[in-house]
């Protein structure tokens, strides 16, 4: 009897089950309304980036035209690139070209505006907001389409230069010596982005190092290479990376300037042009799949290297 009080009083081994539902709907009351928040950008996330990512990795070891099912080839794309594709190393070199002169032009043209106006300027949040404006603007197809009537043989760059300076220009974005630097240009004229933030980074350095350093008898140009530079380097870094990804990602201009081609003889070949060129020109889905890992691997590995060489010369308050 004494047993089978004693069992009798023991915690029913069920009690645990019976009190999880209760400690779940708790948990629900909690986080509940944080998850239906996050729910358009969940749906976002997996349905609309990991997924499509996802899959195109799976096509791009696979032949695929959109119209068949996808074929698996394996590694057959990825070699093909390597060895047999003699326009994947045009668009490489174009790509990288056009980000090695536009990232540092524009980082340098953003840099000096915005020493500029830290100096004072009355109307300075008017200037500021036109100045960014061309960054709002300049991806558009209506800006493309302004830049090929600007640079065309007879466009207004063309009638500036005889008017003013008697010399007859080419026509820039129909010669291949020139063309590429026209969409350079271009870019560097959208350096309100930057700009923006490099003078947030300017009215952060504290202007009693300025004062002692005047005391010192340093001239502005030592400030700027011992003072400005040093503590802008974080955001020098930040803009660096974010307008290199950008330069990697162009497509617009190129696309609307040679009417899709890449032309003149592949010199505004952008990479992600080639990509829709074999995406939505010539079906090969497969093929521009594995394009698009290609260069998720080189903005992945630019960004990596970046960021272990920041702290070699990236300077923070530690």
């Known amino acids: 009897m004494s047993i089978h009080t004693e069992v009798a009083g023991l915690p029913s081994a069920k009690a645990p ?14 986080n509940g309304p944080a998850y239906l928040f996050l729910l358009p950008w969940l749906i976002g996330f997996f349905g609309l980036t990991l997924g499509p990512a996802l899959a195109s990795l799976y ?3 696979t032949d695929y035209d959109l119209i068949r099912s996808p074929n698996w080839v394996g590694a057959a794309n990825y070699v093909r690139i390597a060895t047999a594709d003699p326009k994947f190393a045009s668009a490489m070199s174009v790509t990288f ?26 109307g300075l949040p008017v200037y500021r907001a036109i100045f960014y404006l061309p960054s709002l603007l ?3 197809v209506a800006i493309a389409v302004l830049w090929r009537q600007l640079f065309a043989s007879d466009g207004l760059v063309n009638m500036a230069l005889w008017q003013f300076f008697g010399i007859e220009g080419p026509s820039w974005i129909s010669n291949p010596d020139y063309s590429l630097y026209t969409l350079v240009v271009l870019a560097v004229w959208q350096f309100g982005s930057p700009m923006i933030i490099f003078l947030a980074g300017l009215r952060q350095i504290p202007t009693d190092m300025y004062e002692a350093a005047e005391i010192d008898g340093a001239s502005k140009t030592r ?4 003072i400005t530079l040093p503590l802008l380097t974080p955001v020098i870094f930040f803009n660096a990376v974010i307008q290199t990804i950008d330069a990697f990602k162009a497509f617009t201009p190129a696309f609307i300037i040679s009417e899709g081609t890449g032309g003149p003889i592949n010199s505004t070949l952008f990479y992600t042009l080639y990509l829709y060129q074999e995406a939505f020109g010539f079906l090969r889905m497969g093929y521009a799949s594995a394009l698009a890992w290609i260069l998720v691997v080189i903005v992945a590995a630019f960004t990596a290297f970046s960021f272990l060489s920041a702290r070699y010369w990236v300077h923070y308050d530690d």
Do not use: E, T
């Not at 089950?17 to 909690?30: K, N």
């Not at 056009?98 to 009355?122: E, I, T, W």
């Open 138 to 140: 300049g991806s558009s």
């Open 17 to 30: 089950a019976a009190a999880a539902p209760g400690a779940a709907r708790r948990s629900w009351a909690r």
């Open 59 to 61: 096509l791009s070891f």
């Open 223 to 226: 400030q700027f290479f011992r």
């Open 97 to 122: 070209l056009y980000v090695a002169l536009s990232v540092p032009l524009k980082l340098g043209f953003a840099l000096l505006v915005a020493l500029a106006f830290n100096r004072g300027l009355k």
